[in-house]
C-alpha cells in the first residue's frame, strides 16, 4: 500500500504565506507525476499544479505567478509554496501522485486526505 500524508495547511492574512509538503511513504517502486488539488467550498475539485519525475511543471492560471511547486525525489515529497494568498485560495489541499509499486507495473493515483487552508483576516 501506498501512503500520502500532507501538511502545513491553517489559517492565514490575505497577502500571507504558507507551504504545504507532501510525503510518500509504503510499497513504492517509483513516483511519476505529482501534484496538488483544491475543493472550495461549494466548488469542483480543480487542479492547482502538478510536477513530473523530471521537473517540469503546470500550473492552473488562478495561481501562476504566486504559488511553486516542487518536489524532493529522494524523499518521495512534493511541496507546493503559496505566496501572496487570497481569501479565494481558501480550500482544503489534497496532494496525489502516480506510483508505480513495482517495475513495469502501470501507475495508479494515490491521495492524500487533504489540509485545510483557510485565508482571512
Known amino acids: 500500500q501506498v501512503q500520502l500524508v500532507e501538511s502545513g495547511g491553517g489559517l492565514v492574512q490575505p497577502g500571507g504565506s504558507l507551504r504545504l509538503s507532501c510525503g510518500a511513504s509504503?510499497?513504492?517502486?517509483?513516483?511519476?507525476?505529482m501534484g496538488w488539488y483544491r475543493r472550495a467550498p461549494g466548488k469542483e475539485r480543480e487542479l492547482v499544479a502538478a510536477?513530473?519525475?523530471?521537473?517540469?511543471?503546470n500550473y492552473a492560471d488562478p495561481v501562476k505567478g504566486r504559488f511553486t511547486i516542487s518536489r524532493d525525489n529522494a524523499k518521495n515529497t512534493v511541496y507546493l509554496q503559496m505566496n501572496t494568498l487570497k481569501p479565494e485560495d481558501t480550500a482544503v489541499y489534497y496532494c496525489?501522485?502516480?506510483?508505480?509499486?513495482?517495475?513495469?507495473?502501470?501507475?495508479?493515483?494515490?491521495w492524500g486526505q487533504g489540509t485545510l487552508v483557510t485565508v482571512s483576516s
Open positions: 509504503g510499497s513504492i517502486f517509483s513516483i511519476n507525476t
Open positions: 510536477i513530473t519525475s523530471g521537473g517540469s511543471t
Open positions: 496525489t501522485a502516480e506510483v508505480q509499486v513495482r517495475r513495469y507495473a502501470p501507475g495508479n493515483d494515490y
